[in-house]
């Protein structure tokens, strides 16, 4: 079982951009999938969630209404749609299958290797 995460990069601050996780040996959309980022000199910090429903559920006041969770069943694929991105969005961004984290910390779960966004003018 494995998550990988792309699509990351350098974007200026207003633009857009989409990071992918693609999930293998398992079925994301049976299950609630996370995205995580890791702000520097920070700890880790839970995005939102989308449901095996597809409900979704955000927990960054300061991404909602910017970012947007969804979800390609037939391809097996998380997506996070990140626009108007600012420069505090920075930072390496996650998706994970039953996380834990406690204090910022990653204490288990399944985890991608993370995918590094820029936000630079």
């Known amino acids: 079982e494995q998550l990988v995460e792309s699509g990351g990069g350098l974007v200026q601050p207003g633009g857009s951009l989409r990071l992918s996780c693609a999930a293998s040996g398992f079925t994301c959309s049976r299950l609630d999938m996370t995205w995580f980022r890791q702000i520097p000199g920070k700890g880790l910090e839970r995005i939102g969630d989308i449901m095996s429903g597809g409900s979704t559920v955000y927990f960054v006041d300061s991404v909602k209404g910017r970012f947007t969770i969804s979800r390609n069943n037939a391809e097996n694929m998380l997506y996070l749609q990140m626009n108007n991105v600012k420069f505090e969005d920075t930072g390496v961004y996650y998706c994970?299958?039953?996380?834990?984290?406690?204090?910022?910390?990653?204490?288990?779960?399944?985890w991608g290797q993370g995918t590094q966004v820029t936000v630079s003018s």
């Open positions: 994970a299958r039953d996380p834990a984290v406690v204090g910022g910390m990653r204490l288990g779960g399944l």
